[in-house]
């Protein structure tokens, strides 16, 4: 009998991670942190965070195991992938404009939403993910920060490298998807998706140390650090999966800088703005690194923020309120078609960004005390 009650306890711990994003204003947001989700407003704000409320009606259940959160900018909408393990393959929007949440309803088509790698492309508003093996892509162009029909991911080709056995690591900056610890490369090197030409690039890229280290060919995560005039992305960090440092890739002039990275090395998932990268540790904890991207290599240490808590359903406060979305400027509304950016020729290619959720577990209030009522029922039976 005790060996039942071990057996009903174990899979009771399998629980779903949060994710941590920005609106298009800068207010850092956590999603899914002890099944409440947070606003701390402003980098400025967060030496002594207060949390403003989020709308709790229509939020996702967050009981997803691959949750990824992507802010559209222009929408000022934060997408949430992976969040309903009932629907794995919907999209739940967060309108930060309007404090309010939303679903579209997506069909895999061949995606597995178990283990995909997604990025949202700045301009399109076209989500790209490698999943099997082969690349697809979900058109939000038309849906932005609120859900309208349903819709599905499109095959758009097999990627030109390997892909057995292949873990993808996706950056993205410049309308570009960098691929990066690809079977075969080296450090330093990156195989890229043209998103507006709907074509990988032939020529492998490499990304030489300015100073120190070029970034490892090993497994991490990626995420872009948004330009603060509101166009494409040029710079993103990579960290490994040990958390050692963090890599700062320029896709402009082809360069690497490596920094200090998180004083806490356990489980993360991350998020840029455009000054800051923050880290979501699985245990909850969360710390940042300020980043001034005119001066990457400038010397920077990472921060805890703390004393933060859940707030309840409401409006937000005026510190972290909402404005009108960022106005789109000359982008474009098809993932495959031409635009003025660049062709992605070995001289000045461009890369791009993603992030995914947080590996390792959370146990919420309500589990503990599911665990607690069976470990007192299993004394009884000693």
């Known amino acids: ?82 969040a309903d393990n009932a629907n ?37 508003n076209v989500f790209f993910s490698l999943s099997g093996g082969n690349l697809y892509q979900l058109d939000f162009g038309a849906i932005t920060n609120v859900a309208t029909g349903p819709t ?10 390997q892909t057995t056995g292949y873990k993808p690591v ?24 043209v998103i507006h030409f709907a074509y990988f690039q032939p020529e492998v890229q490499s990304y030489p140390a300015a100073t120190g280290n070029t970034f490892p060919e090993t497994h991490g995560q990626a995420t872009s650090f948004f330009d603060p005039n509101n166009n494409v992305q040029q710079q993103f960090a990579f960290i490994p999966d040990d958390n050692s440092a963090v890599y700062i ?5 082809n360069s690497t800088i490596p920094l200090t990275g998180p004083t806490d090395t356990t489980a993360s998932t991350f998020a840029a703005s455009t000054s800051a990268l923050v880290q979501l540790t699985s245990a909850g904890s969360l710390y940042y690194m300020p980043f001034d991207q005119t001066n990457p290599s400038a010397a920077v240490t990472w921060s805890h923020i703390t004393g933060f808590g859940t707030a309840a359903t409401g409006s937000p406060t005026s510190s972290a309120g909402a404005t009108n979305p960022v106005s789109r400027s000359g982008s474009s509304s098809s993932a495959v078609g031409p635009s003025s950016t660049s062709s992605g020729s070995n001289s000045n290619p461009s890369a791009g960004s993603a992030r995914g959720g947080a590996t390792g577990l959370k146990v919420s209030s309500q589990t503990v005390l599911a665990l607690g009522a069976i470990a007192l029922a299993a004394c009884f039976f000693l």
């Open 152 to 161: 599905s991911w499109q095959a758009v080709e097999s990627p030109s490298f």
């Open 170 to 193: 996706m950056a993205l900056a410049q309308n570009h998807i960098h691929f990066l610890d690809v079977p075969g490369n080296t450090a330093g090197e990156a195989n890229i998706f």
């Open 88 to 124: 794995p393959a919907n999209v739940y929007i967060y309108d930060a404009t309007g404090n309010s949440w939303s679903m579209s309803q997506v069909t895999a088509a061949g995606v597995d939403p178990a283990s995909q790698v997604s990025v949202l492309d700045h301009d399109t």
């Open 1 to 82: 009998m005790l060996s039942l009650l071990l057996s009903l306890l174990a899979p009771a711990a399998v629980l779903a991670a949060p994710c941590v994003e920005f609106d298009s204003n800068f207010n850092l947001y956590v999603f899914g942190l002890n099944g409440k989700d947070v606003n701390l407003g402003l980098q400025s704000s967060w030496a002594s965070p207060t949390s403003a409320a989020v709308a709790t009606s229509g939020r996702p259940p967050f009981t997803g195991t691959n949750i990824q959160c992507f802010l559209s900018q222009y929408n000022n909408a934060i997408y949430i992938l992976g």
């Open 249 to 253: 890739v320029n896709v402009e002039n």
